[in-house]
């Protein structure tokens, strides 16, 4: 709790006095090392704002004080997340994958495949968001991230981004981010057995 007084009894040689809140009741001591930032010093009559606390003797001390013609602190402006963005990476698999399939590094249904789920998933964004934003049943997050890791991510980032949804949380962001690693992953492996005939197809 804070109190609102008057400084009176200042001695500046020493750096101490002592404040009576306005309205009357306990003075309290005050040394000029309370003062937070104090731009002045203290003189007899001041208009504090102040904390009581008491010792282990029972005296009343006021720290934390302020000069009430002082402003006020500023908080600092809380940091942003700055959002997570995968579209441009998106993008250029969007690219890639087909010219992989048409020189023959990768079969058209592992397009296919990425097509499909990346739709399905940029709709189930979609679903998610507009049950955010009345208050309904969400997808839980397990699903987005299967569905993303099974080769939905590129539809998740571009509805990400679309729909300004699952951006900022970076717990969230942390696991897509793996979905993605683990997937291409788990392509460059099959890339690899199938061009070395461990693999049919």
Not at 73 to 80: E, L, N
Not at 126 to 146: F, M, N, V
């Amino acid at each position: 709790m804070r109190w609102s007084g008057r400084l009176h009894d200042w001695n500046d040689a020493r750096g101490f006095g002592f404040v009576t809140p306005n309205g009357g009741g306990e003075r309290a001591f005050v040394h000029i090392r309370a003062f937070a930032r104090a731009h002045r010093r203290p003189v007899d009559g001041d208009l504090l704002n102040y904390v009581v606390e008491v010792d282990g003797r029972g005296r009343r001390n006021a720290v934390a004080v302020r000069f009430a013609d002082a402003p006020a602190p500023v908080a600092p402006p809380p940091r942003r997340t700055k959002p997570f963005r995968a579209t441009g990476f998106a993008a250029l698999f969007a690219l890639a994958l087909p010219a992989a399939c048409a020189i023959g590094l990768l079969p058209w249904k592992v397009a296919g495949v990425y097509a499909a789920a990346s739709a399905v998933l940029y709709f189930v964004y979609l679903g998610d968001k507009a049950a955010a934003q009345r208050g309904g049943r969400r997808t839980p997050e397990s699903t987005l991230h299967g569905l993303a890791l099974v080769g939905g991510w590129p539809g998740a980032a571009f509805a990400q981004q679309h729909f300004q949804h699952k951006r900022s949380k970076d717990e969230f962001v942390g696991t897509y981010v793996a979905t993605i690693v683990l997937n291409l992953a788990g392509l460059v492996a099959f890339a690899v057995m199938r061009h070395k005939g461990a693999w049919p197809g």
